[in-house]
């Protein structure tokens, strides 16, 4: 089966500085992947549309700036979560569509982000 | 827009109990939707989907049937068992191939 895995599975980091996170299909290519983002006890929130070659398409309400993302290759997304705050700790999931464009998207594992 | 409206929980039910989770949806086009499941600690697993209109998808003993004169696609077990514990997320598919999530429903099935 398909697998996405993400990295690192948790991170913390001080107010003010930058945490990657990667996001890599392991066993396909991907050209699309997407950002999730998720609060405790809340629903999945799109942030963007990593595209590969191109630049991201953000969701209404997301910050470019703020959240970058970069799709280098086929199999990997990374988004960049700049001058982190309290405010932006969090569980992060990426998913992924293999090329041959069947419904099915793979989801990562996540990565829980905290902020102090 | 894209929005998913899914009942919310906790739902606590016996073992071998009937279940139904509620899902609507708001759409532009002709969307695919979806039951994605999240056990404790893993990332979600699609559980079934439909594509459309009268489409019914049906996995591990759970079905769901997309209605779209309703605009529901409820999810339903005809009998529980403890390891379907999890949260259940609705979802649809828009036309980017973006998923839009409902809330997410935790499950419980007590023995």
């Known amino acids: 089966g398909a697998v996405v895995s993400q990295h690192p599975s948790w991170v913390i980091c001080k107010s003010g500085t930058s945490v990657k996170i990667e996001c890599r299909s392991l066993?396909?290519?991907?050209?699309?992947m997407f950002w999730y983002r998720q609060f405790p006890k809340q629903s999945l929130m799109l942030m963007a549309t990593?595209?590969?070659?191109?630049?991201?398409?953000?969701e209404q309400g997301v910050e470019k700036d703020k959240f970058l993302i970069n799709h280098a290759s086929l199999t990997l997304s990374t988004l960049t979560v700049t001058s982190a705050h309290p405010e932006d700790s969090s569980f992060y999931i990426c998913?992924?569509?293999?090329?041959?464009?069947?419904?099915?998207?793979?989801f990562g594992p996540g990565t829980r982000l905290t902020v102090l | 827009g894209n929005s998913v409206t899914q009942m919310e929980g906790p739902v606590t039910l016996s073992e071998e109990a009937f279940l139904t989770i509620n899902c609507t949806y708001t759409?532009?086009?002709?969307?695919?939707l979806f039951w994605y499941v999240q056990y404790p600690g893993e990332g979600l697993q699609l559980l079934l989907k439909?594509?459309?209109?009268?489409d019914k998808g049906s996995n591990k003993g759970f079905e769901a049937t997309y209605r779209k004169e309703t605009t529901s696609f409820h999810l339903e077990k005809g009998s529980v068992q403890v390891s379907d514990s999890a949260v259940y997320f609705c979802?649809?598919?828009?036309?980017?191939?973006?998923?839009?999530f409902g809330t997410g429903t935790s499950l419980t099935v007590i023995p």
């Open positions: 998913s992924a569509s293999k090329q041959d464009r069947t419904d099915t998207q793979y």
């Open positions: 066993d396909f290519q991907a050209t699309t």
């Open positions: 990593s595209n590969e070659g191109s630049k991201a398409t953000y």
């Open positions: 759409a532009t086009g002709y969307p695919s």
């Open positions: 439909a594509t459309k209109a009268d």
């Open positions: 979802a649809l598919r828009g036309t980017g191939n973006q998923f839009y």
